[in-house]
């Protein structure tokens, strides 16, 4: 094919061609290795803000551990204790995550005058990363809910 070309267009040397992602990846390098870089970062600060959730919320219920039981003493089903459970964990999930898209988002229009890629208009990409957040606190604490709404009233007032 390349012999056709350098006839048709009567070039004298011989041309190389490549494919589109052949001729295109010396400029893609930077981007790609950019955006795995801080997706690599993004997955380990969820991790970590997952670890730091889930040993807050095993200390607050092992403080909590009476207080649950005389819940269920009293009569609380165990889905209104896990809802309370749920409740009250993320709460200050939920006011920290929305603290940190409006600040994203401040900084995001400050900085979009000097770096015109920037964009503040992207409701996707907040939106994502917030339910990512809430859904990952979510399923951190489920398990400390589902264990306290199993505990059985009678054991735990014998504790106390």
């Known amino acids: 094919m390349a012999s056709r070309l ?8 011989a041309v190389e061609i490549g494919s589109v ?19 690599t970062l993004a997955t380990i600060a969820l991790l970590l803000a997952a670890l730091g959730l889930y040993a807050v919320a095993s ?30 964990t ?10 940190g898209a409006l600040a994203i988002w401040l900084i995001v229009r400050l900085a979009g005058a000097s770096v015109p ?11 994502a990363a917030v339910g990512l957040v809430l859904v990952t606190a979510a ?14 009233p009678a054991v735990v007032l014998r504790q106390l």
């Open 6 to 13: 350098n006839e048709a267009f009567g070039a004298g040397g």
């Open 21 to 39: 992602s052949e001729e295109l990846a010396p400029w893609l390098d930077r981007p790609r290795f950019l955006a795995v870089l801080f997706g």
């Open 59 to 88: 200390f607050e219920m092992s403080r909590r551990h009476h207080e649950m039981g005389v819940r269920l003493a009293l009569g609380a089903s165990p889905h209104d204790l896990r809802r309370h459970i749920l409740r009250i």
């Open 90 to 99: 993320l709460r200050p999930v939920v006011f920290g995550t929305a603290a």
């Open 117 to 127: 890629e920037l964009s503040s208009r992207d409701p996707w990409t907040y939106g």
């Open 139 to 152: 399923l951190v604490v489920w398990p400390h809910a589902r264990r306290a709404a199993r505990l059985r």
